[in-house]
Nanobody, 114 residues
Framework: QVQLVESGGGLVQPGGSLRLSCAAS????????VGWYRQTPGNQRELVAA???????NYVDSVKGRFTISRDNSKKTVYLQMNSLKPEDTAVYYC????????WGQGTQVTVSS
């Protein structure tokens, strides 16, 4: 059974920073890609950033230059460093990976507001 546990969300002012973590309880972590998605009420989940097993990253245009995805295979954890946050970044952020089937974490709320 795979579990993904996100943490690090919260309330931050515009221009601030947060670092999200996604810890995976899987036997083999390093060989799989992981993505961060976000969702606002009434909208579909949007892929924000992803990282492959080899460390290749990609980002949605709206976060390029502000967000950085990284992974620590020794800790089976993927991070999303979010800088220069904007109110439009407010959403529930989810971690996602495919270990035979698609797995999602429970989500962590990020609120950007003054």
């Amino acid at each position: 059974q795979v579990q993904l546990v996100e943490s690090g969300g919260g309330l931050v002012q515009p221009g601030g920073s947060l670092r999200l973590s996604c810890a995976a309880s899987v036997r083999i972590f390093s060989m799989y890609g992981v993505g961060w998605y976000r969702q606002t009420p009434g909208n579909q989940r949007e892929l924000v950033a992803a990282i492959t097993s080899g460390g290749t990253t990609n980002y949605v245009d709206s976060v390029k230059g502000r967000f950085t995805i990284s992974r620590d295979n020794s800790k089976k954890t993927v991070y999303l460093q979010m800088n220069s946050l904007k109110p439009e970044d407010t959403a529930v952020y989810y971690c996602n990976g495919d270990w035979g089937r698609n797995y999602w974490g429970q989500g962590t709320q990020v609120t950007v507001s003054s």
